[in-house]
C-alpha cells in the first residue's frame, strides 16, 4: 500500500501551493477555482493537495484555530543540503522555529509554511 496524497487546508492557496513549489521541489499540476484548491505531485508521483476549508465538512485551518495540531515531514539525502535549504528559507524570509540541530538521532530543523503549517526538514545518516 502505498499514500496517495494528503490534503492540507489554508486560507491562502496560492501562497502555500508556491512555497512547496519553490523550496520542496512540488510540481504545480493544477489550481482550480480562485484560490480554492492546488494540486501538487512530487517525484515519487505523491499529490499535495493545498485547498480552503471546507465548512460544511468541518474544515478548518491552523490560522483559525490558533494552533499547529500537526506538522509534515521532509527527509533530505545529505546533511548539507539540510544546512542549504535552511539558509534558503531564512533568507526568504520564511519563519523558522530554530537553526538544523541534532534532534532524535538526526540534523534538523522545523519552519512554518503559509497557512501555519509545521514542517520538519531533516537529514539521518
Same mark, same amino acid.
Given at each position: ?19 512547496? #513549489? !519553490?523550496? $520542496? =521541489?512540488?510540481?504545480?499540476?493544477? /489550481?482550480? +477555482? @480562485?484560490?480554492?484548491?492546488? %494540486? ?13 476549508? #471546507? !465548512?460544511? $465538512? =468541518?474544515?478548518?485551518?491552523?490560522? /483559525?484555530? +490558533? @494552533?499547529?495540531?500537526?506538522? %509534515? ?53
Amino acid at each position: 500500500m502505498r499514500l496517495n496524497h494528503l490534503d492540507l487546508h489554508v486560507r491562502d492557496v496560492a501562497a502555500t501551493r508556491d512555497f512547496f #513549489v !519553490e523550496f $520542496f =521541489g512540488f510540481e504545480h499540476i493544477e /489550481t482550480r +477555482g @480562485a484560490n480554492s484548491l492546488a %494540486i501538487l505531485r512530487d517525484e515519487t508521483q505523491f499529490e499535495l493537495v493545498i485547498s480552503r476549508p #471546507v !465548512e460544511k $465538512f =468541518g474544515g478548518t485551518d491552523h490560522t /483559525t484555530i +490558533g @494552533a499547529m495540531t500537526y506538522h %509534515i515531514g521532509f527527509m533530505l539525502p545529505r546533511r548539507d543540503d539540510v544546512d542549504t535549504l535552511y539558509i534558503r528559507l531564512k533568507d526568504s524570509g520564511a519563519e523558522m522555529r530554530h537553526e538544523p540541530r541534532e534532534i532524535r538521532g538526526g540534523w534538523l530543523f522545523y519552519c512554518v509554511a503559509p497557512g501555519r503549517i509545521l514542517v520538519e526538514v531533516g537529514w539521518r545518516g
